[in-house]
């Protein structure tokens, strides 16, 4: 069974710092390019940060630049999201997704270009 396992959600207080972990089982993610994304009540959910397979390429939204740092394991099978500065406005269920096999050359922005997706961690950034 594929899986992508979201974790390390939870609250935080603003100006604070989480490490969200993503780990795949079923599915490597070799030749993948993974992303994260998220969704806040009531809103669309949107692109935050990609990396492509070979960690070499990196994309982020313009409201996280400077503040999120996406990367990866192969060996361990696993992407990470390191979010520091944290916002009130970061409140949101974090998902990580999976590009199709072959397809993760760049750090792809669009939700339609992956395949599989975790079920979401929430994080909450309040005082």
């Known amino acids: 069974q594929v899986q992508l396992v979201d974790s390390g959600g939870g609250l935080v207080q603003p100006g604070g710092s989480l490490r969200l972990s993503c780990a795949a089982s079923g599915l490597t993610l070799s030749r993948r390019a993974m992303g994260w994304f998220r969704q806040a009540p009531g809103k669309e959910r949107e692109f935050v940060s990609a990396i492509a397979w070979s960690g070499g390429s990196t994309s982020y939204a313009d409201n996280v630049k400077g503040r999120f740092t996406i990367s990866r394991d192969n060996v361990k099978n696993s992407v990470y999201l390191q979010r520091n500065s944290l916002k009130p406005e970061d409140t949101a269920r974090y998902y990580c997704?999976?590009?199709?096999?072959?397809?993760?050359?760049?750090?792809?922005?669009?939700?339609?270009?992956?395949?599989?997706w975790g079920q979401g961690t929430q994080v909450t950034v309040s005082s």
């Open positions: 997704a999976a590009t199709p096999k072959y397809g993760g050359s760049y750090a792809y922005t669009g939700p339609s270009l992956y395949e599989y």
